[in-house]
Structures are given as C-alpha cells and as structure tokens.
C-alpha cells in the first residue's frame, strides 16, 4: 500500500488539461468523441494540450467506434504524425470479429511506435478469452499497462477478474499495470488498493456535469485524495 498509485484522467482539450493537472492527476488519456468512446484526438489538439501541461500524456489510436481496427495504414499514419509531434505514450488495442486479438494491426502500430510505451484498452474486456491475450501480447515491446473493468459491463460486474489478475502479476502475460477504468466508483478503491492494484482510469467521475461540460479540479482531487 505504500506505492503511490497511478490517476489518469480523460481530457478532450487543453481546458480538461489544465483542470485535470491542477487536481491532481498524474497522467492524462487524450481522446476525441466519446460518443464513440474516445477516438484519436488531431495533432494539433496534442499540440494544444502538450504546450498547457508537463504531465504525461496518453494518446488514444483508434479511428473508428468498435473494437475492430478499420483502416490500418490510417492508424500507423496517425502514429506517425503524433509521434512527430512529440507523443511518446499511446493506447490502443483491437479485436477481430471472433473476439481475439488482431495481432497483425497491433504489431503494426507498435512498430509504428518506435518503442514508445503503451496501454492495451477496454478491447480486453471484450475478448473471447482473456488470459490467451494476456499471452499472445505478452512480447510485444512498449506493452506496459491494460485499461480494464475486468468485465464488458463495468467494474462492479469485473471486480472478482480485476483481483484474480492482480494476483497473477508474477506469471507470463500479467506483468503490466492493471489500470482499472470502466464504471469505477470510489468505494471500489479500497479493495483494489489493498490487492496491489495501483492504477485508476475516470472520465466521467471527473466532470460531475456530464461529457458536455469540463474537467472538475475538485473533482479530481477527490479521487487523488483518497488514493493518497
């Protein structure tokens, strides 16, 4: 419990950059359209947001609504562009239609990457078979972290996955972070905490006035607060 864990906080704009910083959050998950549930925010967005901050940022490849990874070359592309904009850090992860990992697109942007590290998103919770994942992804350079609820549903359905893993941490496949986002409340801390998780993903929780309004400094600071 003594490892100082993780916040990472979705932002849209430099507005949610600043606010998110100043509450607290260690890193920031940059994403456009939540509609879709995130999408890959432009360049000059990053731009924006790397000028008005001097945490982290995670940059969200993904260019389309589902799980399936459309336009490849559109994807190493856009890595490309951000990378040369001065993104280092990214999250991606895609599925194919029977729900395993589309490992050919993933080797493709990773190479893209250049070494850069990266998270594997909520894609693993819609896998056909996780712990196979876990495995098949388990070389690839730069994975450092999964963005999980442990289950499709949300984090209340996924907690009992979310501690199976997190006991896991010393086999094959389960060494990266878990980040724990999806339906997380703080009241689910606690027990996550105390089974060595150290990562936590909110989006929503950050911004009491819906996805139409900003990142709430307070709100943040909350969530800092309690996993002081």
């Not at 876990?134 to 549903?153: F, I, M, N, V």
């Not at 409340?185 to 909110?202: C, E, N, S, T, Y």
């Amino acid at each position: 419990m003594s490892n100082r864990a993780v916040l990472e906080v979705i932002a849209l704009d430099a507005e949610d950059a600043v606010a998110a910083q100043s509450g607290g959050a260690d890193r920031l998950e940059l994403v456009t359209d939540m509609a879709a549930d995130g999408l890959t925010p432009s360049r000059e967005t990053f731009a924006r947001i790397r000028a008005a901050v001097d945490i982290p940022l995670r940059v969200m490849l993904r260019l389309s609504d589902g799980f399936a990874a459309g336009d490849v070359d559109a994807l190493v592309r856009a890595a490309g562009e951000l990378r040369a904009e001065g993104a280092d850090e990214f999250v991606l992860g895609f599925l194919d239609e029977d729900g395993n990992p589309d490992l050919v697109t993933v080797e493709r942007v990773v190479a893209a990457l250049g070494g850069c590290r990266w998270t594997f998103h909520r894609a693993i919770d819609r896998a056909a078979d996780r712990d196979a994942l876990r495995k098949e992804l388990a070389d690839l350079p730069g994975l450092d972290t999964y963005l999980t609820a442990g289950s499709a549903q949300g984090v209340d359905d996924g907690l009992p996955t979310l501690l199976a893993e997190a006991a896991r941490r010393n086999e094959p496949g389960y060494g990266p972070r878990i980040l724990v986002g999806g339906g997380l409340r703080l009241d689910h801390l606690p027990v996550l905490r105390a089974a060595g998780i150290d990562g936590f993903h909110i989006g929503g929780a950050a911004r009491p006035g819906g996805w139409d309004g900003p990142v709430d400094p307070a709100a943040v600071a909350e969530w800092r607060e309690a996993l002081a």
